[in-house]
Nanobody
Framework: QVQLVESGGGSVQVGGSLRLSCAAS????????MGWFRQAPGKEHEGIAT???????AYPESMKGRFTISVDNAKNTLYLQMDSLEPGDTAIYYC?????????????????????WGQGTQVTVS
């Protein structure tokens, strides 16, 4: 069973930065697709970024420029660097993973195809 544990959330002022981490219980090189999502109160999961086993990344147009996804396979950890944060970024942030690379290569921004999920970490921007 794959476990994902997010950390690094908290409260930050407008314009500030945070780096979220997601520690995996397995070798991340075996998780061929990993991603970050967020969910604000009353809203659906929103895709932020994905990264596949080749290191190729994908961002929806609305997320380009302020968010950067990366993975350190030596530490089995996924990261999300978030800059120039705005109040609209307030949400619970989740990492997700799937052993099939096709989830990344066919990604349309949705959360539906990811098998493994973390418990989430709260980010509040004010």
């Amino acid at each position: 069973q794959v476990q994902l544990v997010e950390s690094g959330g908290g409260s930050v002022q407008v314009g500030g930065s945070l780096r979220l981490s997601c520690a995996a219980s397995v070798d991340t090189s075996s998780l061929y697709c990993m991603g970050w999502f967020r969910q604000a109160p009353g809203k659906e999961h929103e895709g932020i970024a994905t990264i596949d086993s080749d290191g190729d990344t994908a961002y929806p147009e609305s997320m380009k420029g302020r968010f950067t996804i990366s993975v350190d396979n030596a530490k089995n950890t996924l990261y999300l660097q978030m800059d120039s944060l705005e109040p609209g970024d307030t949400a619970i942030y989740y990492c997700a993973a799937d052993p099939w690379v096709g989830v990344c290569r066919d990604w349309s921004g949705t959360a539906a195809d990811f098998t493994y999920w973390g418990q989430g970490t709260q980010v509040t921007v004010s």
